[in-house]
């Protein structure tokens, strides 16, 4: 177990649906991040939060969304989904220094049928 | 300039050799440089990082070998066991402020019994 809690473990949703994924960072760490990974693909960076307030974008569409609330936890809502959206979803937690290094939940594999 | 090139895609190697994985960065302002190691079905777990004032780090079986003029730096598994097969990540980031990693592609890693 890394600390980093993700749920739900799987999801699958048809087209045009709406998601909620969920994260709850490492006890102590203020930083949240979320990375999406495809099929044969790297990790893309989607969004930073820190502290709950949004610190960097990176590629994430505007269908997609997320927030980092008062205890921590953080939520990545997909929103119109389409079947290129399945993947899986990682979110990653760190304090205010990385030299500690990141560390990655279980993550949530999404399919889009 | 935030690109991360990581080669080869795949990697064989017999058990008991050398397993070699090299990245390459472009942005000079990066200063720690870690690698992770996945597993299917797994989020990336953190294997050992590098910050740009030493040329070389070792951790057991682990080596990360970083070449600060030529923005290079890589990954050396000696004794590679079956064990070891699994997706490697190299990634960099700014340390300070918690940036987001910014990974490489992967590079998927079979150890031949």
């Known amino acids: 177990d890394s600390g980093v809690t993700q749920t739900p473990k799987h999801l699958i949703t048809a087209t045009g649906q709406r998601v909620t994924l969920r994260c709850s960072p490492r006890?102590?760490?203020?930083?949240v991040y979320w990375y999406q990974q495809s099929l044969d693909q790297g990790l893309q960076f989607l969004i930073h939060?820190?502290?709950?307030?949004?610190?960097a974008k990176g590629n994430i569409l505007e269908r997609f969304s997320a927030q980092q609330f008062p205890d921590l936890h953080s939520e990545l809502n997909l929103s119109s989904l389409e079947l290129g959206d399945s993947a899986l979803y990682f979110c990653?937690?760190?304090?205010?220094?990385?030299?500690?290094?990141?560390?990655f939940g279980s993550g949530t594999r999404l399919t889009v049928v | 300039q935030q690109q991360v090139k990581q080669s080869p895609q795949s990697l064989i190697v017999q058990k008991g050799g050398i397993s070699i994985i090299n990245c390459a960065y472009e942005?000079?302002?990066?200063?720690?440089f870690p690698w992770y190691q996945q597993f299917p079905g797994k989020g990336p777990a953190l294997l050992i990082a590098?910050?740009?004032?030493?040329s070389e780090k070792k951790e057991g079986r682990f080596t990360i070998s970083f070449n600060k003029s030529a923005k290079q730096f890589s990954l050396h598994i000696m004794d590679s066991q079956p064990g070891d097969s699994a997706t490697y990540f190299c990634?960099?980031?700014?340390?300070?402020?918690?940036?987001?990693?910014?990974f490489g592609q992967g590079t998927r890693l079979t150890i031949n019994p």
């Open positions: 990653a937690s760190t304090g205010p220094v990385a030299n500690y290094g990141y560390t």
């Open positions: 006890s102590g760490d203020l930083s």
């Open positions: 939060y820190y502290n709950g307030e949004e610190r």
């Open positions: 942005n000079t302002a990066f200063d720690y």
């Open positions: 590098i910050r740009p004032d030493v």
């Open positions: 990634a960099a980031s700014k340390i300070q402020g918690a940036q987001k990693l910014v």
